[in-house]
């Protein structure tokens, strides 16, 4: 399986942006997604997850209310709106595909991941 994230880039506290992750093969169709961000230093971290099929969700308590995970129709792409963005926002966000049709807060229960895609959150 190959992830394929983006949508990133840089914007003024407050504002919003889209990210979108296209997965290859059928592993993602038929397993839970997610998106984990880190900052230099620090741990990576949970974000947002989603079901194999969309129907179950889960967010960080930091992210919730701002940001909604969504996946697309072919169930193989995934998208995280972010509105309402913070400069704590600001750092390298991953998506991955899980062993499990339900979302984890875990990344141990992630086995592929993408490059990453950089969000830059200014005041």
């Known amino acids: 399986v190959q992830l394929q994230a983006s949508g990133g880039g840089l914007v003024q506290a407050g504002g919003s942006l889209r990210l979108s992750c296209a997965a290859s093969?059928?592993?993602?169709?038929?397993?839970?997604m997610a998106w984990f961000r880190r900052v230099p230093g620090k741990e990576r971290e949970f974000v947002a997850g989603?079901?194999?099929?969309?129907?179950?969700?889960s967010y960080a308590d930091s992210v919730k209310g701002r940001f909604t995970i969504s996946r697309g129709y072919a169930q193989s792409t995934m998208y995280l709106e972010m509105n309402s963005l913070e400069p704590e926002d600001t750092a390298l966000y991953y998506c991955?595909?899980?062993?499990?049709?339900?979302?984890?807060?875990?990344?141990?229960?992630?086995?592929?991941w993408g490059q990453g895609t950089l969000v830059t959150v200014s005041s």
């Open positions: 093969g059928r592993t993602a169709s038929n397993n839970a």
């Open positions: 989603i079901s194999w099929n969309g129907g179950v969700t």
């Open positions: 991955a595909v899980g062993l499990r049709p339900v979302p984890s807060r875990s990344d141990s229960e992630y086995r592929y």
